[in-house]
C-alpha cells in the first residue's frame, strides 16, 4: 500500500519556524517529483513548493525566499523547511507525487496525496 504520511505541524508564533516531513512507503520515490500544498479554511488547495527526481526545485511567490524544499532519497523523505512565519501561512499542509515537476504546479491529477499535516501561525 502506497502512504505519504506528513508530520511536523504544530502552532507556533508569527517569525518562527518549522519543519515538515513526507515519508512515502509503499514504493520508492526517486522517479517521482515531489511538492506541498496547503489549504486554508474556505479557500482552495494550493501549490507552495516542489522538487524533481533530480533536485529542480520550484515555489510559489508567496513562499519565496522563505521556504526551502528537499528529499532525501535513501529515506524516501520529502522535506519543507518554513522560515519567518506568518499568520496567511496557517494551513493544512499535504505532500503530493506528480510524475513531472511541470505540472507539479497543479493541484490536478496528482498521483498520490498525504493526509496533511495542520500548521497554525499565530500573530
Known amino acids: 500500500q502506497v502512504q505519504l504520511v506528513e508530520s511536523g505541524g504544530g502552532l507556533v508564533q508569527a517569525g518562527d519556524s518549522l519543519r515538515l516531513s513526507c515519508a512515502a512507503s509503499g514504493r520508492t520515490f526517486s522517479s517521482y517529483a515531489m511538492g506541498w500544498f496547503r489549504q486554508a479554511p474556505g479557500k482552495e488547495r494550493e501549490f507552495v513548493a516542489g522538487?524533481?527526481?533530480?533536485?529542480?526545485?520550484i515555489y510559489a511567490d508567496s513562499v519565496k525566499g522563505r521556504s526551502t524544499i528537499s528529499r532525501d532519497r535513501a529515506k524516501n523523505t520529502v522535506y519543507l523547511q518554513m522560515n519567518s512565519l506568518k499568520p496567511e501561512d496557517t494551513a493544512v499542509y499535504y505532500c503530493?507525487?506528480?510524475?513531472?515537476?511541470?505540472?507539479?504546479?497543479?493541484?490536478?491529477?496528482?498521483?498520490?496525496w498525504g493526509q496533511g499535516t495542520q500548521v497554525t501561525v499565530s500573530s
Open positions: 522538487i524533481s527526481w533530480s533536485g529542480e526545485t
Open positions: 503530493a507525487a506528480d510524475t513531472s515537476i511541470q505540472t507539479m504546479r497543479s493541484r490536478l491529477n496528482k498521483t498520490y
